[in-house]
């Protein structure tokens, strides 16, 4: 230690700056604030280990609140020197010192305290180490461990630790779908002649991919436990013919359907359609929404409740207190990651073991969807219908933004739609972008000819109504919206899409507002206008939209750049939190967990086995409860 002293600068600021100096130089420790326990900390003359971030100011270099420690425990201390240590995020660095000779003490005398949960054949047989060893490992590793596998996650400990989390959400899931499993469910006639009835229901042949899917749906039916069934598909692939297929088996049973969608416009939609397709049945078609008047709401709740109402086409609304069923067979839940998992089973409970339908146009990456659904089979619809034609993707910066606006102008001119979709609904003085309401009025400058709609959530159903219908209607050229089109608005005549602000969409949401074009023969477009401040993350994504459409492919992308957190909201999904697992890099061992998870739930389905009361008491811990899920479906 050479010298320390308080500076003082501007405005009275007070700085506690010690010059330290060896053999090779001189350097300053630096703090924001002063007083007599730091120069405590920095007596002259004696030697000192300081360690922290090196950095060059106008004082020359410095290490700004580094961590101090006399040079003479650097040889007594097993804590703090002479070996790997850890740095716990989200604490300061002057706070790494207690907390370190916290864990130290904890892993010292507790680690073997820990009962390990995992069977030891499992453990043996995917060569994992014991869970005390796994966190004696991770918090201070042996000398030989190599840093760069313990800064990427990829030490043995972690792989331990992280087909531990696999392994306890797949057991969690397993469970919940041997629940489903050992209910009794429907046995609904699906045989040949009432699948004739319901496919002759539609004005168009099945695919090869839908028909396919629709065998496995009336195989499930058929049986005499509740089905359980996620279908996935691409925006268009014709995942609404399937639910019309289901929905008429039930309906020739005798029984009642309910179809929940996460928004009012969407709703519609599947209302307007069930009741077209369904009408040769005699099934009266009911929609239920939170914005229904009260008259209204009490007529459509008697009719349920007496049978009158066949199928309830809503939102939310339909899980209300009150809605009741007489007699309900199937639930068709569409855009599933909208809706938690226990919205899923409220709605399931309003019946005695119903079949459940879950519909996405999200495409989700196969790690996602055996962690998100485990619980359910899944179907995939991997093939688009005849007539569906390619949509062509560029990108444009602000200053290339004339050049797309005059392809829309040449769209217009064919006597094409167009829609403009923007990421805010007003002005917001945290995020400098232009909003659909001032949108609307420069577009009208751009293009003086054209009859532009605006379309946004805050408007009132009516209004949102009238304005889709007049844009369906061709009434209207160009609909300025925000992400409210993103599922549901099917207008065949829209050929072109322009999406402002880019790159402050996810991946999976520009594939979804993308699918709205393309919906009819002519060659469809989809301009991605980005601003000029895009991370290179975001140029990233923009570039895959521009390569790829296919839905699979783009997902699996937007989980590598994204995270599963983000990509779906995990945390709405009623399945427990990863810490150490990460679903982009880990896919085998996830394989390994649920196939290890399923064999012993075949084995024991309860889980009674004294061998298996060790999984039982982490379960609970892992899943905090949401296990009772397991008991309703």
């Known amino acids: 230690m050479k010298r320390a002293e308080e500076q003082y600068g501007r405005g009275g600021r007070r700085t506690f700056r010690a010059v330290l100096s060896d053999s090779t130089g001189s350097i300053a420790a630096t703090h924001f604030q002063s007083g007599a326990w730091l120069k ?12 922290g971030e090196v950095r060059q100011s106008s004082w020359g270099w410095e290490i700004p609140h580094p961590e101090v420690e006399p040079a003479d425990d650097a040889d007594s201390s097993p804590v703090h020197f002479n070996r790997i ?5 989200g604490f300061e660095r002057h706070e790494q010192r207690n907390l370190r000779e916290l864990a130290f003490k904890i892993a010292a005398g507790f680690a073997d305290a820990l009962e390990e949960p995992l069977p030891d054949e499992v453990r043996e047989r995917h060569h994992l180490m014991s869970l005390a060893d796994a966190l004696r490992y991770l918090h201070f590793p042996p000398a030989d461990a190599p840093l760069t596998a313990l800064d990427a996650h990829a030490s043995p400990a972690h792989h331990r630790l992280a087909f531990d989390e696999l392994f306890f959400l797949q057991l969690g899931l397993a469970l919940r779908r041997q629940g489903v499993k050992v209910q009794p469910g429907i046995p609904f006639d699906a045989s040949a002649e009432r699948q004739a009835v319901a496919a002759a229901l539609l004005p ?13 749906v009336s195989r499930d039916m058929a049986k005499a436990e509740p089905m359980n069934r996620l279908v996935q598909g691409d925006v268009g692939s014709g995942k609404t013919a399937v639910a019309l297929i289901a929905a008429a088996l039930a309906l020739q049973d005798g029984f009642q359907v309910a179809v929940m969608a996460p928004t009012e416009i969407l709703a519609e939609q599947h209302h307007r359609t069930f009741s ?5 049945l005699g099934a009266k078609v009911s ?3 939170g914005s229904a008047a009260p008259r209204a709401r009490k007529q459509q709740r008697e009719g349920l409740a007496n049978g009158v109402v066949r199928v309830a086409v809503g939102t939310h609304a339909l899980i209300q207190e ?10 068709v839940i569409d855009e599933q990651h909208r809706f938690g998992v226990m919205q899923r089973h409220t709605l399931m409970a309003k019946g005695p073991r119903p079949d459940t339908l879950v519909m996405t146009a999200t495409p989700i990456p196969r790690t996602l969807a055996m962690t998100l659904y485990g619980d359910l089979d899944v179907s995939v619809i991997d093939q688009l219908p005849p007539g569906r034609t390619p949509i062509e993707t560029r990108i444009f910066n602000e200053k290339a933004r004339p050049r797309a606006y005059q392809a829309v102008q040449g769209e217009l001119d064919q006597g094409h739609q167009a829609y403009v979709v923007y990421p805010l ?6 995020v400098d972008l232009s909003d659909a309401t001032q949108g609307a009025q420069k577009l009208q400058l751009e293009f003086p000819q054209a009859r532009i709609g605006l379309l946004h959530g805050r408007m009132k159903n009516d209004e949102k109504e009238a304005v889709m219908a007049a844009f369906r209607d061709r009434q209207l050229d160009i609909l300025v919206c925000t992400t409210v089109v993103e599922v549901g608005v099917d207008v065949p005549n829209a050929s072109v ?8 969409f996810g991946l999976s949401q520009l594939h979804q507002l993308r699918g709205r074009v393309g919906r009819g023969a002519a060659k469809s477009w989809c301009f991605l206008i980005a601003g000029y401040a895009r991370s290179q993350i975001a140029t990233t994504r923009l570039k895959v939209m521009e390569e790829s459409n296919d839905g699979f492919v783009i997902a699996e992308k937007d989980l590598e750049l994204r995270g599963p957190g983000e990509f779906l909201g995990t945390r709405q999904s009623g399945v427990p939190e990863l810490a150490v697992a990460n679903l982009g890099r880990d896919q085998a061992l996830l394989a390994e967990a649920q196939d290890e998870a399923r064999a012993i739930v075949a084995r024991d389905p309860e889980l009674l086995l004294p061998a298996h009361q060790r999984l039982v008491r982490a379960l609970e811990e892992r899943w905090e409860g949401r296990l009772k899920l397991a008991r309703v479906g």
């Open 204 to 216: 168009f042949q099945l695919t090869g991919a839908q028909a396919r899917v629709v065998g496995q």
């Open 85 to 89: 240590v850890p740095v716990y995020p």
């Open 276 to 280: 077209k397709m369904l009408a040769p």
């Open 497 to 504: 899409m322009v999406i402002e602000g880019a790159e402050r």
């Open 425 to 430: 609904v007003e002005e917001s003085e945290k």
């Open 287 to 289: 929609l239920i929404t």
């Open 40 to 51: 405590a900390k920095y007596p002259i003359g004696r030697r000192l280990v300081v360690s």
């Open 322 to 331: 009150g809605v009741e069923f007489q007699r309900l067979g199937l639930v």
